[in-house]
């Protein structure tokens, strides 16, 4: 069985029904720090306490088939004799999770994240170095004004507006463990390449880096080999690159030169003028594929390099853990207020590191199955 059939078949999302569902991973000590950075712990106690508005929150991701008040009553959200029928009522908890916000959310996320991601295990790495990857993804949201607004759309062939506002999702991913590192989320408007600028700082030393083409700049890619030790990065062949070849290793195996654009080096002065890649091409189904990387070639093969890069397609799996599984196959984000957007999708990508913490049998396993049995 393939490793792509093995995690299709990792679903036990809803043999999940309390607290201790959620506390088996994350821990009730940083949910506390949420809210207490959220400046909201001290709601009165004839409200619902922000603590079980955010296991509802996360409950939402896992149960996205179910209605709110439905999940609220699944995860026994008012336990201890809060609970009726006016804080259980749908306009009660869109007060609550209005009230709630969505940065103890997102700052939930971004402690599983840096606590989860970093983790080492037996088998887990490339060469001894951790492989993470990054990539985009567009979610959709209701269409109301105040969300078109605030989110905007792509224009179609005839130039008019897509149906529904979206919002643009850029992630790090270690793609052995489906964790996910660090995330930023914006309107459409913002650039996949800019928003990916806000966590280069944080891919950890001793790894490689997986890019999409559209993420191909000397800027970024200079960011995450520079900025660390040990860090490594891989991307395809962006079409119609002038360049100097200044050294060929192999007829498959080069190493180029690259002017860095003026306007990368208007948005950062420090660049240099001039930065050199090392080129490897592979032929995979009858067609030559050409992939750059910072990878020395004193001790990486060519081989190797082009192995490596078929292990980004983990990371479109990560995101079908959020579009799919994790929303039920849903197309359209439930909220219908911009917080409350942003804190739907925080509360997604959380539950997504919960699944990935809980599934059975574990990612490295299924690795170790990948390789006996190639795709």
């Known amino acids: 069985m393939s490793l792509q059939q093995n995690l299709f078949d990792i679903d036990a999302f809803h043999s999940f029904t309390d607290f201790s569902t959620f506390t088996q991973n994350i821990p009730v000590e940083w ?3 949420a809210i207490d950075l959220s400046h909201k712990a001290t709601i009165r106690r004839r409200r619902l306490p922000s603590e079980q508005v955010l296991w509802l929150v996360l409950g939402m991701a896992l149960f996205r088939n179910e209605s709110i008040d439905e999940v609220a009553r699944r995860l026994n959200i008012c336990s201890q004799g809060l609970a009726n029928e006016a804080l259980l009522a749908r306009s009660g908890l869109s007060d609550a999770r209005q009230r709630l916000g969505a940065d103890p959310v997102e700052w939930l996320f971004k402690q599983t994240g840096q606590h989860w991601g970093r983790e080492r295990y037996t088998g887990d790495t490339w060469q001894g170095l ?3 990857a990054v990539d985009g993804a567009l979610l959709r949201t209701p269409d109301t004004e105040e969300l078109r607004d605030h989110f905007g759309s792509g224009n179609t062939s005839t130039n008019r507006q897509t149906p529904y506002p979206m919002m643009r999702l850029v992630a790090l991913m270690n793609v052995r463990s489906h964790v996910v590192l660090d995330a930023q989320l914006s309107p459409y408007r913002r650039s996949e390449m800019r928003l990916a600028e806000e966590f280069i700082a944080s891919i950890p030393n001793d790894s490689v880096t997986l890019f999409d083409k559209g993420f191909w700049g000397a800027d970024i890619l200079l960011s995450v080999s520079e900025q660390g030790n040990q860090r490594h990065w891989l991307i395809p062949e962006r079409k119609g690159l002038v360049y100097e070849e200044l050294e060929k290793y192999s007829e ?7 002017k860095v ?11 240099p003028e001039t930065w050199q890649v090392r080129a490897v091409s592979y032929e995979i189904k009858g067609k030559t594929k050409t992939v750059f990387t910072s990878l020395p070639r004193e ?6 390099v082009a192995d490596l890069y078929h292990e980004r397609w983990e990371i479109e799996l990560g995101f079908r853990d959020i579009k799919s599984s994790m929303q039920n196959n849903a197309i359209t984000l439930r909220s219908k207020k911009v917080e409350l957007i942003y804190q739907e999708v925080w509360g997604v990508v959380t539950e997504l590191q919960h699944h990935s913490q809980r599934s059975e049998p574990s990612r490295c396993q299924l690795w170790e199955v990948a390789k006996r049995n190639p795709l």
Do not use: G
Not at 252 to 258: G, P
Not at 262 to 271: D, V
Not at 299 to 304: G, I, L
């Open 31 to 33: 949910v506390s720090s």
């Open 130 to 132: 951790q492989v993470f």
């Open 252 to 258: 498959t195996d080069r190493l180029l030169q690259m």
């Open 299 to 304: 001790h990486y093969s060519e081989a190797q």
């Open 261 to 271: 654009s003026p306007q990368a080096r208007k948005r950062n002065p420090f660049l």
